[in-house]
């Protein structure tokens, strides 16, 4: 009988723990658009994603209003929980308030190798400006990303509201900010995405 009870405290055991075993922690560093502003955090794309790929843990770090200015102090803040891999998605608040390009750069870069040198996967996500912001700043903005992606050995998607991005149905009425179909799309996307990596 306590051969009998041992066994089954074994199997109950192991069968607890069993999905925690070798599960990628993935670090989601961004903004409002990852926080999920405006639908609840459990429809907003980090808890998709998390759904569709089980085997990862997401930690979402990410905070509204987030630029990259304070990028570095929060990676080197939640790099404790020590991740496998960085989704990097800030500049989008950068870039509406037209901070220099150089300066949303420079804070990128810095980020990135910390976070290489830390032997942390990295992740890169694009954005872009509406618009509205004119040339040449739209084309400046959006090379921040294709230039970072050249410079460094890392995993690059273009433009994280793909499909998304200035499509009414799938933003809210701010015109920026997916709603909670967008918000599908996007977790939908990067799954994609991320099963073709291997991650």
Known sequence: MRNILLNT????????SQPCFGMTKILILGDSLCEGMGVSSEEAWPSLYQ??????KIINSSISGSTSAGALARLKWTIKQKPQILFLALGANDGLR????QSIYTNL????????DKKVRVVLFGMMMPPNYGEPYLSDFKNIFSQLNKDFTLDFYPFL???VGGVKKYTQSDGMHPNKLGHQIIAKNISLFTKNLSL
């Not at 405290?9 to 607890?16: A, G, R, V, Y």
């Not at 037209?98 to 390009?101: D, E, F, I, Q, W």
């Not at 870069?109 to 290489?116: E, F, G, L």
């Open 98 to 101: 037209a901070h220099s390009t």
């Open 51 to 56: 759904e569709q790929n089980p085997n990862f």
């Open 161 to 163: 509201l793909k499909d």
């Open 9 to 16: 405290f074994l199997i109950l055991t192991l069968s607890i």
């Open 109 to 116: 870069k810095k980020t990135i190798q910390y976070a290489q």
